[in-house]
């Protein structure tokens, strides 16, 4: 099969790579760009640890095709940080908003979409805005407690329960 130029803005940076297009977006991240934080999971669009942003909305990397994003502006956990963590990342930190860590890049990536697209999210809203995402650690307070201090909208510290899910 015919490989095809692929231009984006990974992180910032413009990308032109020659690429089949059956190659996954999840893919091309990992194994061209070695952005490996970037986490492959279910592989069928049902956990979230691939999310990455698409123009500022959250998207599956597992599920998405290369091809799909060409010129687009992609970020991906790697793209947030620079001299200090972002605010996210710190919250998450501060919050104990991770446990083994392995949803925690896909996380923090839907929260980034989510305050995007609702600076002062509801309580709903955020509930919505972080549905495509598991927790196999469970972690689901510490994760609401981090969102919330993000946007000050749901419970303070040490109210959530922590093991509602999301
Ligand atoms: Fe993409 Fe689970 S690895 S949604
Ligand atoms: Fe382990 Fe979420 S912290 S899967």
């Not at 130029?5 to 977006?25: D, E, F, H, I, K």
């Not at 070695?34 to 990455?52: F, H, I, N, P, Q």
């Not at 104990?96 to 925690?104: P, V």
């Not at 990536?109 to 309580?123: D, F, I, Y």
Request: net charge negative; glycine share 12%.
């Amino acid at each position: 099969m015919k490989a095809l130029m692929w231009r984006a803005v990974v992180n910032g940076q413009a990308v032109q790579l020659s690429v089949p297009p059956t190659r996954l977006l999840l893919s091309l991240l990992r194994e061209e760009l070695e952005l490996t934080g970037t986490k492959l999971s279910c592989g069928l669009g049902r956990c979230g640890a691939c999310m990455v942003l698409v123009d500022g909305m959250a998207v599956n990397a597992c599920l998405v095709m290369a091809y799909q994003c060409q010129n687009r502006e992609i970020t991906t956990i790697e793209g947030l940080a620079s001299q200090e963590l972002h605010p996210v990342q710190q919250a998450f930190m501060e919050e104990g908003g991770f446990q083994c860590g392995y949803c925690t890049p896909g996380m923090i990536m839907s929260v980034q979409a989510l305050l995007g697209q609702h600076p002062e999210p509801t309580e709903e809203q955020i509930l919505q805005g972080l549905s495509g995402n598991l927790c196999r650690c469970t972690g689901y307070g510490g994760i609401l407690r981090a969102v919330g201090r993000c946007c000050n909208k749901m419970e303070s510290p040490g109210q959530a329960d922590e093991t509602s899910s999301v």
